[in-house]
């Protein structure tokens, strides 16, 4: 099994085949709209429009796992990142990213890359960093900043 075997739906409730992104560098991000990193939504934007010609791919993964941070269904979720962050990324429809109802591309993700504090994901805003060839290279923690990721993400894009 690989990245490209897994596929999750839209915002707009269409199945997205990763297969599709198949080439591409991708930043794969839980995401909530009532955090106290959701500010992070603007230097994702950034990531997306300074490297997108280029070949990257953001994907934000809406969860409303910790704090209840994400309690609103796609429409809203889609509205509060359009109008307060300009959200032009790819957003996914609401997941879980822990426990049994985990998203199989979540549980691949976190089998991947262990985080500082083991496998579960600990917070909105985590990150995983996905080479051309489809593999998970790096995790970073809710704290990294976007703007942090820019040179890793240049690497890659090379």
Same mark, same amino acid.
């Given at each position: 099994m690989n990245l490209y075997d897994f596929s999750f739906r839209r915002l707009d409730g269409v199945e997205q085949p990763l297969a599709g992104y198949r080439g591409k560098v991708m930043l794969l991000v839980n995401t909530a709209s009532q955090c106290g990193?959701? #500010?992070? +939504? $603007?230097?994702?934007?950034?990531?997306h429009q300074r490297f997108a010609d280029q070949g990257l791919v953001v994907i934000g993964f809406p969860c409303n796992q910790f704090g209840r941070q994400e309690p609103g269904d796609a429409a809203q979720i889609g509205a509060f990142c359009q109008k307060n962050y &300009? /959200?032009?990324?790819t957003? @996914?429809?609401? /997941?879980? /990213?822990? &426990? &049994?109802? $985990?998203?199989?591309?979540? @549980? +691949?993700?976190?089998?991947?890359? !262990? &985080?500082?504090?083991? !496998? #579960?994901?600990?917070?909105n805003f985590s990150k995983f960093l996905v080479d051309r060839q489809g593999r998970v290279v790096a995790r970073f923690a809710p704290f990294t900043r976007p703007d942090k990721l820019a040179a890793n993400i240049e690497a890659l894009l090379k």
């Open positions: 990193f959701t #500010p992070q +939504y $603007a230097g994702l934007e950034q990531l &300009g /959200v032009d990324f957003m @996914a429809d609401k /997941v879980e /990213v822990n &426990g &049994g109802g $985990a998203h199989p591309l979540w @549980a +691949y993700l976190k089998q991947q890359k !262990r &985080g500082l504090l083991g !496998r #579960p994901v600990r917070w």
